[in-house]
């Protein structure tokens, strides 16, 4: 009995592994699945942030273009009509020069109210400065065009709008080579392809415009201008004339109190059929005359100038007030008027 029980083979278990080894096994598992889920949530995130911001730099680009295709139509419609006017009459050419001010204006506030994303700022700060120049430079040329346009003071008024013309320049100069490749350095380095923003030149053919002869040439082909006058009638009045609030009588004198320097107030009225330019008003006072211009007067509207009498006159004078005729005027005995003014 005993040697058959000891001949008998023993039975073995497999061995089995401990339970704390497959709990940490488990949980290493559990652990790398969450991290797994980390790491694609953190690269959705990430990729989501960058699609957004890819984005906003797109949408920015694509919105500054639009404004330069539409400031490169405003230039183009200014300097094709200041080339040739054709048959504009000045106050049709006013009007058209004051309207591409006004768009000018417009785009100067949209830049101003672009959406920037931070990589863009920097590009920002000089597009903004790039249409604070020019939208300057059209405010200064559409101030001066009537003046101009006229008789009196033109040639300083043609100065000043080739001077403008310079500020225009200094922007597209701006433009090309610190917006324009900011911009464009910026979506390259965000790896954006196709957006872009043009070229932009506001003042055409380089450099001839910054010389006061070539916009005086310009300015003289206006219909009207230079003297000459528009079909229609055309005259002048004088309403009335004080000096310092007190109303002059030409039947008589008038005493004035003059603690101060004396200031002749004259309105003067367009009569005529068109609007009048550079219509200039004068004060003759002990044979000193004295003159102040009205840049623009429209048809059947008063203007009133102001001249200061210096040196201020004392005692009993004779003021002498015209507002000189303009081209086309046939009757102005109504222009001027003789005044006896007492200075207490």
Request: glycine letters at 8%; proline letters at 5%; aromatic letters at 4%.
């Amino acid at each position: 009995m005993e040697d058959s029980l000891a001949s008998r083979p023993t039975r073995r278990r497999p061995p089995r592994r401990p339970e704390r080894q497959q709990i940490l096994l488990r949980r290493a598992l559990a652990l790398g699945a969450g991290l797994l889920v980390l790491i694609l949530l953190v690269l959705g995130v990430r990729g989501c942030l960058n699609a957004r911001k890819n984005r906003a730099l797109s949408d920015y680009a694509r919105n500054v273009s639009q404004i330069v295709d539409e400031t490169d139509q405003t230039s183009k419609s200014f300097f094709e009509k200041l080339d040739d006017p054709g048959s504009l009459s000045v106050t049709e050419f006013v009007a058209e020069v004051n309207a591409d001010r006004s768009a000018m204006d417009n785009y100067a506030s949209r830049v101003d109210g672009l959406d920037t994303p931070g990589d863009m700022s920097s590009a920002q700060r000089s597009l903004e400065l790039v249409y604070e120049l020019r939208g300057a430079a059209m405010t200064e040329i559409a101030d001066q065009i009537s003046t101009a346009l006229g008789d009196v003071g033109s040639e300083k008024a043609t100065a000043a709008i080739a001077q403008q013309m310079s500020k225009l320049l200094a922007a597209d100069v701006l433009y090309a080579s610190v917006s324009r490749p900011e911009i464009d350095g910026v979506l390259a380095d965000n790896g954006i392809e196709g957006d872009d923003v043009p070229k932009s030149v506001f003042l055409p053919d380089g450099t001839s415009w910054l010389d006061e002869g070539e916009v005086s040439a310009a300015l003289g082909s206006v219909s009207g201008s230079s003297g000459t006058a528009t079909p229609g009638v055309h005259g002048l009045g004088l309403l009335g004339t004080s000096v310092n609030g007190t109303e002059l009588n030409s039947e008589g004198s008038t005493a004035v109190v003059a603690e101060e320097t004396p200031e002749v107030e004259v309105e003067v009225q367009n009569q005529g059929e068109s609007t009048e330019n550079g219509v200039t008003v004068a004060v003759t006072v002990n044979g000193e005359t004295l003159q102040q211009d009205i840049s623009s007067i429209e048809a059947g509207a008063t203007e009133t100038v102001t001249i200061p009498l210096t040196p201020a006159p004392s005692g009993e004078v004779t003021l002498e007030v015209e507002a000189e005729p303009v081209p086309g005027e046939e009757v102005s005995e109504n222009n001027e008027a003789s005044y006896s003014v007492v200075f207490e």
